[in-house]
């Protein structure tokens, strides 16, 4: 278990590492490990910030201020079952992972996955909040309404995503009677999506499903910023089962997010590697993808 667990982290250059997260190991308190100088360059922007957090059950790790400061998804991985909403009388416990801000002000980085899953986070951080703007979408309001409108596109905004929840949705027969429960990102065959875009004169969010012949019901949240300037955009997918990797951008000073997912997420435990993920090699940037995921990314300076 040790083994798979540390693959996931070598995708990251600074990572945040509870070490409960593998079972059969002694518990310990999570351990922020921070390697400023790995994370951070010089140039555009002064503060450039890398994490990772993954585990087998709900956690999260403060990753620092959100004062002058914004954190998005670089990645996300795992497993996204969630629990079934008929389990607990009505209610529904998502799963779900990202960063957000905590009741501090502070950006965390979390996961809340369904017992015996695993989920895993990537963010990056930057020090600016210039027209910092979040926004969220479900499937829904994606079927009432469409895409999210989020502001014009100009030269300085970037978007990226933030967060994904996946709620199940009771599956009930002629009757009325709940004979089981849907989910989103576990149908290969009809990938479901989270994404963020610039579709030449907005931004825009979408929480687009795929085909299914059940219902399902998930969120999406994204924040965009100003920066400097827009140095590209991607997207790949890897072959099922299979990986692949492509190169961003290397430009000194730039930082790089996800700005969409789409697929299965539906790893087997402990493959912590099984994800859409950002990683480094030096000023280099890729996004790495596994088993049938595509994803999509944007750099900036």
């Known amino acids: 278990m040790l083994t798979n667990f540390i693959k996931a982290l070598s995708l990251s250059a600074m990572v945040a590492v509870p070490l409960a997260a593998c079972g059969g190991m002694e518990e310990q308190q999570p351990e922020l490990q921070d390697e400023t100088a790995i994370g951070q360059r010089e140039d555009a922007f002064s503060g450039n910030w890398n994490y990772s957090w993954g585990d087998t059950q709900t956690s999260s790790v403060d990753i620092g201020t959100s004062v002058n400061r914004t954190c998005f998804l670089s990645g996300i991985g795992g497993h996204m079952r969630p629990v079934g909403a008929f389990l607990y009388s009505g209610g529904t416990y998502p ?16 996961v809340q996955p369904a017992a015996g899953k695993h989920l895993i986070a990537f963010a990056r951080c930057v020090n600016t909040s210039a027209n910092r703007l979040e926004v969220d979408w479900s499937t829904g309001q994606q079927a009432s309404s469409g895409d999210k409108v989020i502001g014009p596109a100009n030269g300085t905004r970037q978007c990226f995503l933030q967060q994904v929840k996946n709620l199940a949705v009771d599956i009930k027969d002629s009757s009325g009677d709940i004979t089981g429960y849907g989910w989103a990102f576990d149908d290969q065959a009809n990938p479901d999506e989270a994404r963020v875009f610039n579709d030449g004169s907005y931004w825009k969010l979408v929480a687009k499903p795929g085909t299914h012949s059940y219902p399902v019901n998930y969120h999406v949240t994204a924040v965009c910023l100003d920066a400097t300037q827009d140095l ?7 072959g099922n089962p299979g990986t692949a990797q492509i190169n961003l951008t290397n430009t000194a000073g730039a930082t ?46």
């Open 256 to 301: 790089c997010g996800v700005t969409g997912v789409r697929g299965s997420f539906q790893a087997t435990l402990g493959d912590w590697a099984d994800a859409v993920s950002i990683s480094t090699t030096g000023s280099q940037f890729h996004l790495d993808l596994a088993n049938g995921k595509r994803g999509w990314a944007g750099c900036m300076q």
């Open 232 to 238: 590209g955009n991607w997207n790949w997918m890897a």
């Open 95 to 110: 799963a779900m992972a990202g960063v957000r801000k905590n009741a501090s002000g502070n950006y965390e980085l979390f």
